[in-house]
């Protein structure tokens, strides 16, 4: 978790962060970032060093919120019980079994229960 959520200040920490282990610290650096935010504008260079650090970052990366992709429309909104906000698909082993007796139940094709159990 971050301390800050100053836009300005977290790409501050995260320079600060990665420079100790900058291999080439006198190297030029390969951009120039601006931000314009509502405490003002500000301007921060970016070395090698860093953009391979946030490469890193971003491999690494796993948003909390990700639980997967749905099987049934591909989408990634599943919320915490693994149900899809996209098409309804619940996922899971209880989603599996809802799947597989929804499945049974259409066969059957009168809507009432199966005989077999469940
Ligand atoms: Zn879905």
């Given at each position: 978790m971050t301390a800050s959520l100053d836009p300005a200040a977290v790409i501050a920490e995260f320079i600060d962060a990665v420079a100790p282990y900058d291999?080439?610290?006198?190297a030029p650096p390969v951009a120039l970032i601006g931000l314009r935010t509502a405490l003002g504008d500000e301007m921060f260079t970016m070395s090698d060093h860093l953009i391979r650090a946030m490469c890193r970052a971003l491999a690494s990366y796993r948003d909390p919120q990700d639980r997967g992709e749905c099987v049934?429309?591909?989408?990634?909104?599943?919320?915490?019980?693994?149900?899809?906000?996209?098409?309804g698909r619940l996922h899971g082993i209880l989603g599996q079994v809802i799947a597989d007796h929804a499945r049974r139940v259409a066969a059957s094709g009168d809507g009432s229960a199966p005989s077999e159990p469940v």
């Open positions: 291999p080439h610290p006198d049934e429309c591909g989408g990634r909104h599943l919320d915490e019980n693994l149900h899809c906000r996209d098409c």
